[in-house]
């Protein structure tokens, strides 16, 4: 169904106007969360930076533990991809 230029300008102002609505809604959560952290970061005198993080990041930070290679299963890895590629 094509619209016609009115009905278009008349859409595209009511499209505008709700993302500009979302865009304020959005705005403001991030700043009651910064207020939190904030809050935060003072009450458990932690830098702000690490209440963020904390905060935003959630449980990656906890899960983001460095995890070493077996040299026996890359050296298994590495004969199984030289068997299958000579197959």
């Known amino acids: 169904m094509k619209l016609s230029a009115q009905a278009r300008k008349v859409v595209t102002a009511d499209q505008r106007a709700r993302r500009a609505a979302f865009d304020e809604d959005v705005a403001k959560i991030w700043q ?3 207020e939190a952290c ?5 009450k458990h005198h932690k830098p ?3 209440c963020q ?3 935003f990041l959630g449980s ?4 983001g533990s460095h995890k070493v290679v ?3 299963k890359a050296f298994v890895a590495a004969m199984v991809k030289e068997v299958n590629a000579g197959t």
Do not use: F, H, P
Not at 38 to 42: C, I, S
Not at 60 to 63: F, H, I, L, T, V
């Open 32 to 34: 009651s969360n910064m």
């Open 38 to 42: 904030q809050e935060l970061a003072a």
């Open 48 to 50: 702000l930076r690490r």
């Open 53 to 55: 993080d904390a905060v």
């Open 60 to 63: 990656k930070m906890a899960n």
């Open 70 to 72: 077996s040299k026996w």
